[in-house]
């Protein structure tokens, strides 16, 4: 990694395009690279297919793209919290193709390995098989599932050292490295910058896999979903 971009649009510079595939790392709105979606919205391309474990919520992260009506596919494991993506796919405005969360995971997984397809039994015998050939192992009926590769893949990480190399911070770990390794080209936005090398035995994501790279602006973490108790009140405990 020779440089850090200044900005996250420094860092998308002649990357996106209208109908491209974008992997998003993120898990709701926590991981999400905002500052890139950011950049992704206000470029204007249209007809993408984005590919998510889900699509945000409504006014954020990738929920953005779909205001913007910039989406014309999502690849996505639910359609969760974001109303407007429930409604569009009600309405047949966007596509969507669903994926158990794990086979969508080892989707990206393979992908990112150079492995074409897998064989699974996750959604044996449900609408998921439909079109998608099957081939029996041991008596068992198996479900053929295609890699994922990516024209783009956006991450968030917490650290990064200079050669590129990313670690993550907790839950917002989740699809982040499996997308990193998925796309034909990788940019990271990250919290911090290690001047020193990341202990190798430390590293999530491997330096050769990311391409460009920036750091987050400061701005204010949103939570999905806030549940907590009022102050002095105590808590039933079960026994």
Not at 6 to 21: I, N, P, Q, Y
Not at 95 to 118: C, N, S
Not at 175 to 198: C, W, Y
Request: aromatic fraction near 6%; charged fraction near 25%; charge should be negative.
């Amino acid at each position: 990694m020779s440089a850090v971009n200044t900005t996250a649009a420094e860092a998308m510079e002649g990357l996106l395009c209208d109908g491209m595939t974008i992997a998003a790392g993120g898990f709701g709105i926590c991981g999400v690279p905002v500052d890139l979606i950011d950049v992704v919205r206000d470029s204007g391309v249209r007809d993408l297919v984005v590919v998510s474990n889900n699509m945000g919520i409504d006014g954020k992260g990738l929920g953005l793209l779909l205001e913007n009506r910039q989406v014309r596919k999502v690849v996505a494991s639910y359609v969760g919290e974001n109303r407007t993506f429930a409604r569009q796919y009600l309405d047949g405005e966007v596509e969507v193709e669903f994926a158990p969360q794990g086979t969508l995971a080892e989707r990206l997984r393979a992908g990112g390995a150079g492995i074409p397809a897998f064989y699974t039994r996750t959604g044996v015998g449900t609408q998921v098989a439909q079109g998608k050939p099957t081939a029996e192992f041991d008596g068992r009926t198996y479900l053929l599932e295609r890699g994922i590769v990516a024209d783009l893949a956006l991450v968030r990480a917490h650290t990064c050292d200079r050669w590129g190399n990313l670690t993550y911070r907790y839950t917002a770990r989740n699809f982040n490295p499996v997308v990193a390794t998925a796309g034909r080209v990788t940019v990271a936005e990250v919290e911090h910058l290690s001047d020193d090398a990341i202990d190798p035995d430390h590293v999530v994501t491997p330096g050769v896999y990311v391409d460009r790279l920036v750091l987050a602006r400061e701005r204010e973490k949103d939570i999905e979903q806030r549940t907590v108790r009022e102050r002095g009140v105590p808590q039933e405990v079960a026994v």
